[in-house]
């Protein structure tokens, strides 16, 4: 027989030698944590290993996530597909166990953490996307939806800033299914955080609505369970468990301090390490004894089976709510989106307004929330101006199978909590602000990007446009930043049919986040034929064509559109052969194939004028270097939306005269 301790001990040798045979790592979080790890994961997580993919099982995140070989670990000793070579491997290039836990490179990894906090955020996603999922899933005797989120924290998660703005929502949501474990070890990389952090994290906690279970012995296990099984008792709070740990627990002479925090511990502290937990095994060498005691594999195909058969009688009882259920967390579209949205599209076409693209876009959403009951929004505190909400909104917080989720003034904590509503699955999540607050979202909108997320972006006042507020509302470099960073689809409609497309677009996107850069201020709509229209989808097309060899081509995006067509027809009646090219996409047209970008840039012109009211340096890229960019170097102004373009050069006047100076030289 082994003890608990030795159950644990795995762990923390595993760890300590792979980070020691990698040469880099940190070791001393695994260590510490691996007695809270021990007796969550074998007496509590539901989960299955053969199927790391089953739709009810808990959702375990390190938020912590330089520790991740505590969780490599984990998954390794209960039976996942992460072999002892691959522990061999940590931090090597292709391995499954890179140095930071990352989705879909990992079975069993739910999301990518590393930046601190972020991961606490993600799972108050998934936490909010379990409860909403099973309001409405969910009958009398039929709980096909119903687990928990489990979190590891550290000081540090706790001392950024996104933690305050996600723990604060997720009291007052009354998450009661979430708990977190908080590794208080005092050590950070500096060394003690008594100088520099020294919260009241109960009171801080209790604040915030939480169930706070304090002075739990992490290393004890009758006191961790003890305050997992008080956490569970809590049903309209989220609860988190104070653990007092010791970092680098084992190490003779690291323990306690930052010293195994982020290095190896070395051969000679590892060898004592060894002795000081009674470790009598080579390096990599877990005796059957531990696998066969941390092996979950038939408990894990015994709690899925269960499942699997309460889900077949609500099959039989409940066959459309089934039908929807397994279309929803299968990632499938309706099998009439195709036609609706078409249809929705050419109607707008038909029936022209001249309305800002924010209406637009809230138009759309009315439209298609009709045929995707996933989509779930929300706004930081700026619903009325985002417009992102219709009429059939309901907040969750009034109704838990609602849609609309008031995120308060937290762009940063918003967007990680979306992040972590997709990848709970069920949900396509949507979340908005002011575009020039996306610089308070932008590292989670970067993990969005990393992780493939499909999370819409709705930015609205998207320019100089959105007038008086001046400079510090005003996007001047928002826009290339977005669409230089990989993963992300941008898209910057003219009109409401563009910014239609652009959702359907999002929608149907397999994989990866999409940006919406919408207006404040009207803007006109534009004709377009059947194959101008069908046309929108590849990011750009040709809006306007002369019949004659071409002196130049125009290319343009959202309310600078319209002027550009202006300017051209006036360069035309000059005597001038002109291409407007509406490129609401960069993204999207630069993964066309070469043959449709060579027909709508032809290489032959090389007179090529960009503009849109954002910085200029971007558009380099398809003017070329000797190509005019009518765009923005410096910040904006406070003053009218019509009188800030003037001052900026966004005219029909100043388009044509640069036109000609181009067209002469």
């Not at 007092?244 to 190896?264: D, L, Q, V």
């Not at 609309?404 to 003034?409: F, L, Q, S």
């Not at 320019?463 to 507020?469: N, Q």
């Not at 373009?645 to 100043?654: D, L, P, R």
Request: net charge neutral; with cysteine.
């Amino acid at each position: 027989m082994c003890s608990r301790k030795e159950l644990a001990n795995a762990i923390r040798i595993l760890s300590i030698d792979a980070v020691q045979n990698a040469q880099s790592g940190h070791p001393g979080m695994p260590m510490g944590m691996a007695d809270i790890a021990e007796v969550l994961w074998r007496d509590f997580l539901k989960h299955s290993p053969k199927n790391p993919i089953w739709n009810n099982r808990d959702r375990f995140i390190l938020s912590n996530g330089h520790g991740s070989m505590l969780l490599y670990s984990l998954l390794h000793l209960t039976g996942y597909n992460l072999s002892i070579e691959e522990l061999k491997n940590f931090r090597q290039l292709n391995s499954k166990t890179p140095g930071h836990p990352e989705i879909g490179e990992t079975p069993g990894v739910e999301t990518t953490t590393g930046p601190l906090g972020q991961g606490l955020a993600n799972a108050v996603g998934m936490a909010i996307a379990e409860r909403t999922l099973s309001a409405y899933f969910n009958r009398p005797d039929y709980n096909i939806v119903d687990h928990y989120t489990w979190v590891f924290v550290g000081d540090g998660c706790l001392m950024e800033g996104i933690s305050h703005e996600v723990c604060s929502l997720a009291g007052t949501l009354k998450l009661g299914k979430l708990i977190v474990f908080y590794d208080k070890n005092g050590i950070s990389i500096d060394g003690k955080v008594s100088s520099w952090f020294t919260d009241d994290t109960v009171k801080r906690f209790q604040s915030y609505n939480w169930h706070v279970v304090d002075n739990v012995d992490g290393h004890d296990p009758k006191s961790i369970k003890q305050g997992i099984i008080e956490a569970q008792l809590i049903a309209e709070k989220p609860s988190i468990i104070i653990c007092n740990t010791i970092i680098g627990f084992g190490s003779p002479n690291k323990s306690g301090t930052a010293e195994s925090h982020g290095a190896p511990l070395g051969e000679k502290e590892i060898a004592l390490t060894r002795k000081q937990l009674d470790w009598k095994h080579p390096p990599f060498e877990i005796p059957n004894i531990i696998y066969k005691k941390w092996n979950f594999i038939n408990k894990g195909c015994e709690l899925e089976n269960e499942w699997i058969e309460k889900f077949s009688l609500y099959q039989l009882k409940y066959p459309d709510l089934s039908i929807e259920y397994l279309r929803r967390v299968n990632k499938e579209l309706p099998t009439n989106w195709h036609q609706q949205t078409n249809k929705y599209i050419h109607s707008l076409q038909k029936n022209k307004q001249n309305i800002a693209s924010r209406k637009a876009s809230q138009n759309t959403l009315e439209e298609f929330t009709k045929i995707l009951p996933e989509l779930i929004g929300g706004s930081a505190d700026l619903s009325p101006s985002n417009l992102t909400m219709w009429s059939c909104c309901s907040s969750i917080k009034d109704n838990l199978a609602g849609n609309y989720i008031h995120y308060g003034v937290r762009e940063f904590g918003m967007t990680a909590i979306a992040n972590g509503i997709f990848h709970h699955g069920g949900f396509i999540p949507y979340t908005a602000t002011f575009l020039m607050f996306v610089e308070y979202a932008r590292n989670a909108v970067r993990m969005a990007a990393l992780m493939n997320t499909k999370h819409i972006f709705v930015y609205t006042h998207d320019s100089i446009g959105l007038g008086e507020d001046g400079p510090t509302h005003q996007p001047i470099e928002q826009l290339s930043s977005l669409r230089i960073t990989p993963n992300i689809d941008v898209w910057r409609p003219s009109d409401q049919v563009e910014t239609a497309v652009a959702w359907k677009s999002a929608i149907e996107k397999k994989s990866g986040p999409t940006a919406l850069i919408l207006s404040r201020q009207n803007l006109s709509q534009f004709e377009r034929d059947s194959k101008q229209l069908s046309s929108i989808a590849y990011g750009a097309y040709i809006l306007h064509d002369s019949n004659k060899p071409l002196d130049i081509i125009f290319i343009s995006t959202g309310s600078e559109l319209n002027i550009t067509l202006i300017a051209a027809k006036k360069l035309i009646s000059l005597g001038y052969s002109v291409r407007v090219v509406s490129m609401p996409s960069t993204n999207v047209f630069d993964r066309q194939d070469s043959s449709y970008k060579e027909f709508i840039l032809p290489s032959y012109v090389i007179k090529r004028v960009a503009i849109e009211a954002s910085i200029e340096d971007f558009w380099y890229k398809y003017v070329g270097i000797n190509g005019v960019i009518i765009g923005m170097k410096t910040f904006g102004e406070s003053a009218s939306a019509e009188d800030l373009f003037e001052k900026f050069g966004f005219t029909v006047e100043n388009i044509v005269k640069k036109s000609i100076i181009l067209l002469k030289s």
